[in-house]
């Protein structure tokens, strides 16, 4: 079946920092990606997605590329943010079948000032 | 503004009652998925639906089942709740191959 692997946290990094979450999959046929953000006491919002390979998703700094050979989706930003602190899930659909989502176990970033 | 909501944000139940979580969703999805959080396990899917009437098991689906007569409603419902299904559950709805949007999670603790 479809999985995704994401490293583990928690990521504690200082403001200003670089930031990379990686994430592999592993799914047959060509799924979508996604990066979901869940801000404490919330439900989980979508950050940015990507449908097909070499696409970039990007939304408020953040980035990822679907990576076909390397299945992988990792998410990265330039300069983060107190307020980015969260917890970060990459995600698939199927690309056929019931299209159900599969999620990864999820990364708690903390970013002190 | 696309919207899923469910019913309630905290839920304290008995053990062996029968509970009821509903969720809602007004984007006209076809599927809706109901997941539970737990620390250190991410989001597990209980059971999903892609059309009206049909549902899937997802990967934890013992001690669960699940009603969707109209496609804008999906309940997910605990036979007998026990403490071990105390968690954060989290409803969602899709079109085909599209994200996911989430509702606002019930948190349920089974005393």
Redesign the interface.
Do not use: M, N, R, W
């Given at each position: 079946g479809n999985s995704v692997t994401q490293m583990e946290g928690p990521v504690t990094l200082s403001e200003e920092a670089f930031l990379t979450i990686n994430c592999t999959y592993t799914a047959t046929g060509y799924p979508?990606l996604?990066w979901?953000v869940q801000y404490p006491g919330?439900?989980?919002?979508?950050l940015l997605?990507a449908?097909k390979a070499d696409d970039k998703g990007s939304n408020k700094g953040f980035e990822a590329t679907y990576r076909k050979e390397t299945t992988s989706f990792h998410l990265e930003k330039g300069s983060v943010q107190v307020s980015d602190s969260a917890v970060y899930?990459c995600?698939l659909?199927?690309?056929g079948g019931?299209?159900?989502?599969?999620?990864?176990?999820?990364t708690k970033l903390q970013v002190i000032p | 503004d696309v919207k899923v909501t469910q019913s309630s944000r905290y839920l304290v139940k008995r053990t062996g009652e029968k509970v009821f979580l509903e969720c809602v969703q007004d984007m006209d999805h076809e599927n809706m998925f109901w997941y539970r959080q737990d620390p250190g396990l991410g989001l597990r899917l209980i059971y999903f639906s892609y059309d009206v009437k049909m549902k899937e098991k997802g990967d934890i689906p013992e001690g669960y089942s699940v009603s969707r007569e109209k496609k804008e409603r999906f309940s997910l419902i605990l036979e007998s709740a026990s403490t071990n299904q105390t968690s954060m559950y989290l409803c969602a709805s899709s079109f085909r191959q599209g994200e996911a949007f989430f509702g606002q999670g019930t948190r349920l603790t089974v005393v």
């Open positions: 979508s996604f979901y919330e439900g989980l919002q979508l997605k449908t899930f995600a659909s199927d690309s019931y299209q159900k989502v599969t999620f990864g176990t999820g | -």
